[in-house]
């Protein structure tokens, strides 16, 4: 009965049909440009195959389609971007009905493609996608601490660059060490920080009396810190 019913099994898988390797074209035709003239530069097969129960939005309770991976790279208007298993995923015996969903990304050089290094922006990079270069960077950057913590007087202080991470940060809050985080083995991060808080450290940096108002050696409280730097501040504006 079971030599039977292995038999049948077999049988049917075998009989199944074999799901052929989605051809590249499936990803160039259902990739969905972001802006006007982006397209894509290759697409490369690899693997994934599953069976999704959702396509545009809708849910049901079975398989209704197939999804593909791809390694997707797409000329951009700040420069060429890799994106790294996005699916393609098609209703059952269709190559039309189908939807892109993106997967995690990384900018790629351009030169790869013989094409110009900012893309569709050409050779030299607009300041809308430095800005949003710097952005993605600092969001991505473990190291980067002091995320709303004031420094000297500056409310909040610019951010820093910490190997050591929360540690030293919380050694500078806790007064072990500084009265800067440079001296607590930081490194001031002119790139991540707003330009209002950057302002603020480098001019209060840049003035050792106003430093020493918030070394913990000589003042032992935030009440007295300030009240130094304040009295320094309206001496030296008297003095101009």
Known sequence: MRTHALVIALSVLFAMPVLAKPSPELCRKHFTPAVEGERVLSCKYVGGDRGTRQLKGQHYLTDIGTCWDFDLVSLQRCGCRLFMKSSI???????????????????VDCKTYSLPEFGLSGDTEPENCRVERMATECYKNKNLKFHGVTVGPCTPGPLFECPQGDQVMQDFMNEKCGPTPEECGCTLSDACSSP?????????KGNPEAVKCFDSKLHKNNWLKHQCYEKLMAGEATQE
Request: aromatic content about 10%; hydrophobic content about 20%; charged content about 40%.
């Open 196 to 204: 209002e808080a950057l302002k603020c450290y480098k001019d209060w």
């Open 89 to 107: 995923c098609c209703r059952k015996g269709s190559t039309s009905d189908c939807e892109w969903r993106v997967g995690d990304s990384k900018p």
